[in-house]
């Protein structure tokens, strides 16, 4: 019975939980520790660019890739349901993460945008939901899970990796 | 009078003679309807009017084909007449719709509804109607973006879309007639389930039961699409509509305000309960029979109680929406046994008396026979190897649950059989009142179960378990069994690589058909089983067979392939069959699916050759 009283908690809050959760984010959002870095802006989900051939945003996830960046990922990663939608990266609701095969770009960049922004094929959006640090620790966990020797990215065409 | 109003008119006069004794459905005014969109030849008394009006044939839920030209005999030289791409690629669950010489079909999302002429060779699209569902109710959509099907009722083709609009289009012209949003995808909410019409009333349900969404049927008004009532299965008794014609047969379901009382404070709100399966109806009765899903979340140490109503059944009155009584399969459901398959309609001699019951194969395992006013069980009997009940207690209606295969917080429960699909899942089965059995295409699973933390966050998953399926005893997947509910037990069972996921279909030729998700569309003799005939798809078959007319007079089978559905999501969704947890773990037992079939939705039409054929 260690769990009820949370359980309870959450029901009986149930009506104002969605709300408050996303104001305390919100709030915290407005104050990333300095250890979050910046928020990409501008985040090309395709690799055809008229005009110019381009690289890849050259934003990093700022907080890593260690063991402690990816077991708070995961934790992240099961506390905001990403997993019932994603499972451990074999995918359901929502596409694989294992594959290599990164609908909407595989990048720290795109991966962030994908969770921040959502996407048009049942993607939510959680940009409210989340502080810029914890998107970055769920794109460090959700890449970790992309077992595919090298990655493939499918948004940079055929033969390009992404790591 | 031309010659369609003369079709009509002894349609009718046909109709009012005989139809009502020999189709327990209450076709009659849908038969002569028909005219608009296509003149019938006429149907004796006691024959089958040759159309297809609704997924499970009528309302009684039978699925049964009195067309006797394809027989057990001569099934052999079935062919294939001619196919048709849906050009979507997701699992395809619905029945094809024949009413008149048009035949209808819709697609899983994006919903497209098409209207094919049966009179060239081949069928012809007269129109294509497409109500642009919302791209983002995807991501609510628990089991792949399925439908199931559409049922036709005053000139109208009524079904659901994936984004929560019940939509009415003109059968005869393709164009929207009305559309209603009757659910939210915020709140975790989408529609999957084929209408029921009733009198001037279509019956709808909710999906989400993976959402923490409050399940509800939904009377609209065939004419304009407004909502006549809405029937909750949890919350108050005002909001299930519970009042004091409600008369449950057991101790246990009677009482104020269960639907709140047996759950934790507030849990009520995001408990599940969804409608999302069959309903059956009873005119003589006048009752509706629907079950409700699975409780939310599947972790059941969050909800201590009953979780009334959910995991259950529930017989209203047809108009008022108004309960007579309920009963749950599985009260304070230990394993996502939605209690939302099919309830098949039946007059049975039972111990010497004629009664009036419905038989249920629940998810549970249990092959239920119920007496259809009052909500008794009469008999329940295991039809798939279970471990986690010991059998039903009929003095209470309640499972007697093996106490070491209860899941929890933090603990794995090994082998728990059957699995989270259960027996058997949505796919309906078929009654042959020759041959007195009811064919049940199922499942043959087992799973490991952990419960874990579930958070509730509106739309998305709140599921709070880690759960692993695989193959119940024998390493077959699936099962197809012949089920005698007076002998109380199996006359025959097939044994089926995958999940049985189709629906089937009984026909007076002594023919059952039924479809594989290894690509097989087949024919088997009602009495023996023996397999008759086969015939390979493009894609592995999750679709409901039916039997029609056509204007030509000649009997045919449809069917749509395009393998998906939860069963089929490691192929339809791309999953990666190296997580066994993917797709609420059923990819822990389909991982080889994807070396058995590709995606892609098509239908399929079949007859006997054109030359020999007896009408």
């Known amino acids: ?163 | 009078m031309t010659q369609r109003q003369v079709a009509a008119f002894v349609l009718f006069a046909v109709c009012a003679a005989g139809c009502r004794d020999s189709q327990p459905g209450d076709t009659r005014a849908a038969s002569v309807e028909t005219a608009t969109v296509g003149e019938r030849r006429l149907a004796e008394p006691g024959e089958d009017d040759g159309q297809w009006l609704m997924p499970s044939k009528t309302h009684d839920a039978t699925r049964f084909s009195r067309l006797t030209e394809i027989t057990a005999d001569n099934v052999s030289r079935l062919q294939h007449e001619w196919s048709f791409s849906t050009g979507v690629l997701q699992g395809h669950e619905a029945a094809p719709l024949v009413v008149g010489t048009t035949m209808y079909v819709v697609t899983p999302f994006p919903n497209i509804l098409y209207a094919l002429d049966l009179n060239p060779p081949g069928g012809r699209l007269k129109w294509k109607y497409e109500p642009a569902p919302m791209r983002a109710a995807r991501g609510v959509a628990c089991c792949d973006v399925v439908n199931r099907g559409a049922a036709y009722a005053d000139g109208k083709i009524i079904y659901n879309t994936l984004d929560n609009q019940t939509v009415a289009v003109d059968a005869v012209t393709g164009q929207e007639v009305w559309t209603t949003r009757l659910g939210d995808i915020n709140r975790g909410e989408s529609m999957t389930m084929a209408p029921l019409v009733v009198k001037d009333k279509v019956l709808v349900g909710n999906s989400g039961g993976e959402f923490g969404v409050r399940g509800w049927l939904t009377a609209l008004n065939v004419a304009d699409g407004s909502i006549a009532w809405r029937a909750y299965s949890t919350g108050p008794d005002a909001d299930v509509l519970i009042g004091p014609d409600f008369k449950p047969f057991y101790e246990q379901d009677r009482g104020v305000d269960l639907g709140v009382t047996s759950w934790p404070p507030e849990m009520w709100t995001i408990g599940g309960g969804a409608v999302w399966g069959w309903i059956s109806y009873d005119p003589d009765l006048n009752l509706i029979y629907y079950g409700t899903g699975n409780p939310g979340p599947w972790n059941p140490d969050s909800r201590p109680g009953a979780n009334k109503w959910t995991a259950g059944i529930f017989a209203r009155d047809a108009d008022t929406g108004m309960a007579r009584w309920a009963y749950q399969w599985s009260p304070h459901d230990l394993y996502d046994y939605d209690g939302v398959n099919e309830n098949v309609l039946l007059d049975l001699e039972w111990n010497g008396a004629l009664r009036k019951v419905l038989v249920r194969p629940e998810r549970n395992g249990f092959l239920y026979v119920l007496d259809r006013a009052t909500g008794e069980v009469l008999s329940a009997d295991p039809f798939v190897y279970t471990t986690v009940s010991t059998g039903v207690d009929l003095q209470t209606g309640r499972p007697m649950e093996v106490e070491e295969k209860k899941p929890g917080f933090g603990r794995v429960v090994h082998d728990i059989c059957p699995a989270a699909p259960g027996g058997k899942d949505w796919q309906p089965s078929s009654w042959s009142p020759i041959t007195g059995l009811l064919y049940i295409p199922h499942n043959n699973l087992c799973m490991d179960m952990e419960g874990v933390e579930a958070n509730y966050i509106a739309g998305t998953p709140f599921v709070g378990a880690r759960v692993v399926m695989k193959a119940g005893p024998g390493g077959h997947r699936g099962e197809f069994t012949a089920w005698d509910p007076v002998a109380r037990k199996a006359a025959w069972k097939i044994k089926e690589r995958f999940p049985a996921w189709s629906g089937a279909l009984a026909t007076a030729g002594d023919v059952v058909f039924y479809g594989t998700m290894d690509r097989w569309f087949k024919a088997v003799h009602a009495r023996t089983g023996e397999l008759l005939w086969q015939f390979q798809t493009g894609s592995g078959i999750v679709g409901q067979p039916i039997s029609y007319r056509g204007p030509d007079g000649r009997q045919y089978i449809a069917v749509l392939s395009g393998v998906g559905g939860w069963a089929g999501g490691v192929v339809s969704g791309n999953l990666d069959p190296r997580d066994s947890t993917a797709a609420l773990g059923f990819v822990g037992a389909m991982g080889d699916l994807p070396e058995y079939t590709t995606a892609g939705g098509t239908l399929h039409v079949f007859a006997l050759p054109a030359t020999g054929a007896t009408p």
Request: glycine share 14%.
């Open chain 1, 1 to 163: 019975m260690r769990v009820q009283p949370v359980v309870l908690l959450i029901g009986a809050a149930s009506l104002l939980a969605g709300a408050l959760l996303s104001a305390c984010d919100r709030r915290a959002g407005t104050r990333p520790p300095p250890s979050a870095g910046a928020r990409p802006e501008h985040v090309a989900q395709v690799p055809l660019v008229p005009g110019r051939v381009v690289a890849h945003a050259g934003i990093v996830n700022p907080v890593g890739s260690d063991a402690q960046a990816l077991e708070e990922g995961r934790r992240l990663y099961n506390w905001f349901n990403c997993v019932g939608c994603h499972f451990e990266g074999g995918g359901g609701i929502g596409p694989a993460f294992m594959d290599g095969e990164w609908i909407y770009g595989g990048s720290d960049a795109q991966v962030f945008d994908s969770i921040v922004s959502g996407r048009a094929n049942g993607m939510p959006t959680f940009g409210d939901k989340l502080t810029i640090e914890q998107t970055w620790h769920l794109v460090a966990f959700v890449r970790s899970l992309d077992d595919s020797e090298p990655a493939r990215d499918r948004s940079t065409g055929s033969g390009e990796r992404v790591r």
